[in-house]
C-alpha cells in the first residue's frame, strides 16, 4: 500500500515498444484500473494482489508491474520531467516514513473550521474578473449545475499542477518540496479517484515548475494575479480566469480528457491557502497548508478538487444548509453540519478525515450504483448470443421473488436463477425447446415471452409458434414441462400473424389472476382467456380497433400495450396512434369498453416517433393506475390518465 488510503497501487513503465493506452486496456482487462498517468510512459495502476501475476502475464510487451523504488537508471534516463516526478511520488508514499507521517496527521478529523487553522475552501471574493464565492456562499448559479471543464467525476480528468517558483529564496522550492507536492496530491486524488464505484476516474497530470523573476511585492490587482497571470505567460496563456481555462482547455485536448483544471502551487503571498473556484477551472494552494501543515496537503487538495467538481462546503461556518441543487445530479447539501442530524458525518467536504458521505458522490457526479458482471454468459461474447437470432428476457420463474435470467439460445430455453445474495447461478438448460436450432423459432416470426398462465406466482414460457401457441409451464422444483399447444391461432401459419403487423402479449383481462393472451390482429383486439385446467379459451374479438385493419394502426408507428389504467387489477388496452393515446377500458365481464382517445399527445401527428421517441405504460405514483411516459426530444414527458 502507499500513504494512507487502503488502495493497492503499482507502478507500471509502458516500454517504447508500447502504446499507453495499449497497456491501460491490458490493466483494465485483468480488473485493474489506471490511477494516474504521468506523461506517455509512467502509470500508476490499481490493482489487487490476487490479480497481478495476471495483469503482469496480460501487459504488451516489456511492461510489468514493478516497485517504484526499484526502477533502473537507463529507465529513469528516458523519461519526462513529469514522469519521474510521478514516479518518485509514489516511491516517497511507499516509504515507512510517509506512512508515520500519515499516522501522526495535525488535526485528524477535525472539522475543517476547526479554531486551531483556517478553513480551505471558497474563500473571499477576489478582485478582478470573475471573481470567486464567499466562504459559504451558494453557488449554484455558478457551479451546481455543472462546468464544461468538469461537470462530473468520472472518466478521465487531466490535472495541470503549476508549481510557481519566485526569484527569492523565500518563494522558491526545494527539490524535496517539489517532490512533496507531487507525493501529497499524487495521495489525496488516488484516494478520491477510488472513491467512485466505478473505478472509473483516471488522472492524467500535466506537472510544469515556473520560475518567475516578478517579486512578491510586485504591484498587482490582487494576490493571485501577481504570480497567476506570469506564469500562465510562461506556459503561452492569456491572463486571468480566461487564461487558466484556456489551459484547462488545452490539457483537455492534448491530453485526451474528459475534464481538466488546473492546480497552481506557490509560495507568494495568496489571498487564502487554499482556495478554489466552483465548477473551476483552477484552484490555489499555499505550501505551508497554514495549520494544517503539509502533511495535510493530500486531504485539502482532494477537498479543493471537490468543489472543482461542484460539490459544496459542508463545515458549519461556511453558512451552508441541507437544501440546494450541487452537483450533476443536482442534490441537496444533505450532510451540512448546522442541519443535518448530529451535525453531520465525516466527509472529505465536512472534516479533514478520508471519509464520504452518502451525498457527496451524487454531488461529484459518481457513477450510483454501478453495474457488475454477475453471469459470464448471455452476452454478444460471452455466449455469442445475438439479438436477431437469441431473445433475452428477466422473470421470476421460481416464485421466489427475485428476477431471474431467461434466455433462449440454440438449443433452447435457458435459466440463470437470481441467489439471495444477488449473485445468480449458473446456466440451466430447462426446455428443449424454443430456441433457434431447438425447434426453428425465430425473431422475425416467432416472439417468445415468459408470463404467469396459472395462479402459481412462477413464469411460464410461452411461445408464438407456427402453428399457434405454445406454453411450457413452471414447476415446483425449477423445471419446466415440454411445450404444449394451448392455442391453433396467434400463429405465423395459424392465423396468418406477422411480428411485424400484429403485437401479441399476455395479460390479465379478467379477475382470475391468469395471464390471457392478447393478439392485435387485422380486425381488432383478441383475447384468448387462461382456463382453470391450464386450456385456453376460443379468440374473442374484443376491440374491434387498434388492428392493422381496424384503425390503421402499424407496428412502426403506434406501439400498443396491456396496462391497468383505472386500478382495478385489469389490463386497459392503450394505444399511441396518430392523433394521441387511445384507450379501452376492461369491464369485470371481460369486455372492453369503448375506444376513447385520453390525451392528445404522445402520438406520430405530434412527432413521436418508434425509431426516436420509447413511449410505456408505468405507474409512476404508487396509486395503482399506470401513467404514460413518453422519452421525448426535450426530456422524459408523463401524463397521467
Given at each position: 500500500m502507499?500513504g ?7 507502478l507500471?513503465l509502458?516500454?517504447?515498444?508500447s ?7 491490458a490493466?483494465?482487462?485483468v480488473t485493474g484500473?489506471v ?9 500508476v495502476v490499481?490493482?489487487?494482489a490476487a490479480d497481478?501475476a495476471?495483469m503482469?502475464?496480460a501487459l504488451p510487451?516489456?511492461a510489468?508491474p514493478?516497485a517504484?523504488?526499484?526502477v533502473a537508471e537507463r529507465?529513469?534516463e528516458r ?7 510521478g514516479?518518485?511520488?509514489?516511491a516517497?508514499r ?7 507521517s500519515?499516522?501522526?496527521r495535525?488535526?485528524?478529523g477535525e ?5 486551531q487553522a ?9 478582485a478582478?474578473?470573475?471573481p470567486a464565492p464567499?466562504?459559504g456562499?451558494e453557488?449554484g448559479?455558478a ?7 468538469s ?10 499542477l503549476?508549481?510557481?517558483e519566485?526569484?527569492?529564496p523565500d518563494l ?5 518540496q517539489?517532490?512533496?507536492i507531487v507525493?501529497e496530491t ?5 484516494w ?5 464505484p466505478?473505478?472509473a476516474v483516471?488522472?492524467?497530470w500535466d506537472?510544469n515548475?515556473?520560475?518567475l ?5 510586485a504591484?498587482?490587482t490582487d494576490?493571485?494575479s ?5 506564469a500562465l505567460?510562461?506556459?503561452g496563456f ?8 484556456a489551459?484547462?482547455e488545452?490539457?483537455?485536448t492534448r ?7 488546473v492546480?497552481f502551487f506557490t ?5 487564502h491557502?487554499?482556495?478554489a473556484?466552483i ?5 490555489v494552494?499555499?505550501?505551508d497548508?497554514?495549520?494544517w ?8 487538495f482532494?477537498?479543493e478538487t471537490?468543489?472543482i467538481?461542484n460539490a459544496?462546503?459542508?463545515y458549519?461556518s461556511s453558512?451552508c444548509?441541507?437544501?440546494?441543487a450541487?452537483g450533476?445530479?443536482?442534490r ?10 448530529g451535525g ?5 467536504m ?5 471519509a ?8 461529484f457526479?459518481f457513477?450510483i ?13 460471452a455466449g ?7 431473445p433475452?428476457?428477466?422473470?421470476d420463474?421460481?416464485a ?7 434466455g433462449?439460445?440454440f438449443?433452447?430455453a435457458?435459466?440463470?436463477?437470481a441467489q439471495?445474495?444477488?449473485?445468480y ?7 428443449n425447446?424454443f ?8 425473431v422475425?416470426r416467432?416472439p417468445r415471452?415468459?408470463?404467469r398462465?396459472?395462479?402459481d406466482r412462477s ?8 402453428a399457434?401457441?405454445?406454453v411450457s409451464?413452471?414447476?415446483?422444483d425449477?423445471s419446466?414441462?415440454?411445450?404444449q399447444?394451448?392455442v ?6 395459424a392465423?396468418?400473424w406477422r411480428?411485424?403487423?400484429h ?5 390479465r383481462?379478467?379477475p382470475?389472476r391468469r395471464a390471457d393472451i392478447?393478439g392485435?390482429?387485422?380486425a381488432?383486439?383478441y383475447v384468448?382467456?387462461?382456463q382453470t385446467?391450464g ?8 376491440v374491434a380497433n ?6 390503421g394502426?402499424r407496428?412502426d408507428q ?13 389490463a ?11 384507450v379501452?377500458?376492461a ?14 399527445n404522445?402520438g406520430?401527428d405530434?412527432?413521436?416517433r418508434?425509431n426516436q ?5 408505468a405507474d409512476?405514483?404508487?396509486?395503482g ?7 421525448g ?5 408523463l401524463?397521467?390518465?
Amino acid at each position: 500500500m502507499a500513504g494512507d488510503i487502503d488502495v493497492r497501487e503499482r507502478l507500471v513503465l509502458v516500454p517504447s515498444s508500447s502504446e499507453a493506452g495499449e497497456v491501460a486496456a491490458a490493466v483494465e482487462n485483468v480488473t485493474g484500473h489506471v490511477l494516474h498517468q504521468y506523461g506517455p510512459d509512467v502509470l500508476v495502476v490499481q490493482v489487487a494482489a490476487a490479480d497481478e501475476a495476471d495483469m503482469a502475464q496480460a501487459l504488451p510487451g516489456a511492461a510489468a508491474p514493478v516497485a517504484a523504488d526499484d526502477v533502473a537508471e537507463r529507465e529513469l534516463e528516458r523519461l519526462s520531467e513529469t514522469e519521474r516526478l510521478g514516479l518518485s511520488a509514489l516511491a516517497q508514499r511507499s516509504t515507512e516514513d510517509y506512512r508515520q507521517s500519515k499516522a501522526s496527521r495535525r488535526l485528524q478529523g477535525e472539522a475543517w473550521d476547526t479554531d486551531q487553522a483556517q478553513t480551505p475552501g471558497c474563500v473571499e471574493v477576489i478582485a478582478g474578473d470573475e471573481p470567486a464565492p464567499a466562504a459559504g456562499q451558494e453557488a449554484g448559479e455558478a457551479g451546481a449545475a455543472g462546468a464544461p471543464l468538469s461537470q462530473r467525476l468520472q472518466g478521465s480528468v487531466a490535472v495541470g499542477l503549476v508549481i510557481v517558483e519566485g526569484p527569492t529564496p523565500d518563494l522558491q522550492f526545494s527539490p524535496a518540496q517539489r517532490a512533496t507536492i507531487v507525493a501529497e496530491t499524487q495521495n489525496g486524488l488516488s484516494w478520491l479517484g477510488a472513491q467512485n464505484p466505478s473505478g472509473a476516474v483516471t488522472w492524467h497530470w500535466d506537472i510544469n515548475v515556473v520560475a518567475l523573476t516578478v517579486p512578491a511585492t510586485a504591484p498587482a490587482t490582487d494576490n493571485e494575479s501577481r504570480f497567476r497571470d506570469p506564469a500562465l505567460a510562461e506556459l503561452g496563456f492569456g491572463a486571468g480566469h480566461a487564461g487558466a481555462r484556456a489551459y484547462a482547455e488545452d490539457l483537455r485536448t492534448r491530453l485526451g480528457t474528459d475534464w481538466a483544471y488546473v492546480a497552481f502551487f506557490t509560495q507568494y503571498p495568496v489571498n487564502h491557502f487554499a482556495y478554489a473556484f466552483i465548477g473551476g477551472p483552477h484552484l490555489v494552494m499555499d505550501y505551508d497548508n497554514d495549520g494544517w501543515g503539509p502533511a495535510n496537503i493530500d486531504r485539502v487538495f482532494a477537498h479543493e478538487t471537490g468543489h472543482i467538481f461542484n460539490a459544496p462546503d459542508e463545515y458549519a461556518s461556511s453558512g451552508c444548509n441541507c437544501g440546494g441543487a450541487w452537483g450533476f445530479y443536482g442534490r441537496p447539501n444533505g450532510n451540512c453540519e448546522n442541519c443535518a442530524p448530529g451535525g453531520g458525518v465525516a466527509c472529505i467536504m465536512r472534516s479533514n478525515d478520508w471519509a464520504m458521505c452518502e451525498f457527496t458522490p451524487w454531488h461529484f457526479g459518481f457513477a450510483i450504483n454501478p453495474p457488475n458482471l454477475v453471469v459470464n454468459n448471455f452476452g454478444y461474447d460471452a455466449g455469442g448470443w445475438r439479438v436477431d437470432q437469441h431473445p433475452r428476457l428477466m422473470a421470476d420463474t421460481n416464485a421466489d421473488g427475485r428476477a431471474d435470467i431467461v434466455g433462449f439460445g440454440f438449443a433452447g430455453a435457458y435459466v440463470s436463477r437470481a441467489q439471495a445474495d444477488g449473485s445468480y447461478g449458473a446456466l440451466q438448460l430447462v426446455v428443449n425447446d424454443f430456441g433457434y436450432d431447438a425447434g426453428g423459432w425465430r425473431v422475425d416470426r416467432h416472439p417468445r415471452l415468459m408470463a404467469r398462465t396459472n395462479p402459481d406466482r412462477s413464469a411460464d414460457i410461452v411461445g408464438f409458434g407456427n402453428a399457434g401457441v405454445y406454453v411450457s409451464r413452471a414447476n415446483a422444483d425449477g423445471s419446466y414441462t415440454p411445450p404444449q399447444l394451448v392455442v391453433g391461432n396467434f400463429g405465423y401459419d395459424a392465423g396468418g400473424w406477422r411480428v411485424d403487423r400484429h403485437p401479441r402479449v399476455l395479460a390479465r383481462t379478467n379477475p382470475d389472476r391468469r395471464a390471457d393472451i392478447v393478439g392485435f390482429g387485422n380486425a381488432g383486439v383478441y383475447v384468448s382467456r387462461a382456463q382453470t385446467d391450464g386450456s385456453y379459451g376460443a379468440l374473442q374479438l374484443v376491440v374491434a380497433n387498434f388492428g392493422y385493419d381496424a384503425g390503421g394502426w402499424r407496428v412502426d408507428q403506434h406501439p400498443r400495450f396491456m396496462a391497468d389504467t383505472t386500478g382495478d387489477g385489469l389490463a386497459d388496452i392503450v394505444g399511441f396512434g396518430n392523433a394521441g393515446v387511445y384507450v379501452s377500458r376492461a369491464n369485470p365481464d371481460g369486455s372492453y369498453g369503448p375506444v376513447e382517445l385520453a390525451v392528445t399527445n404522445f402520438g406520430y401527428d405530434a412527432g413521436w416517433r418508434v425509431n426516436q421517441h420509447p413511449r410505456f405504460l408505468a405507474d409512476t405514483n404508487a396509486d395503482g393506475r399506470a401513467d404514460v411516459v413518453g422519452c421525448g426530444f426535450a426530456g422524459v414527458w408523463l401524463s397521467r390518465l
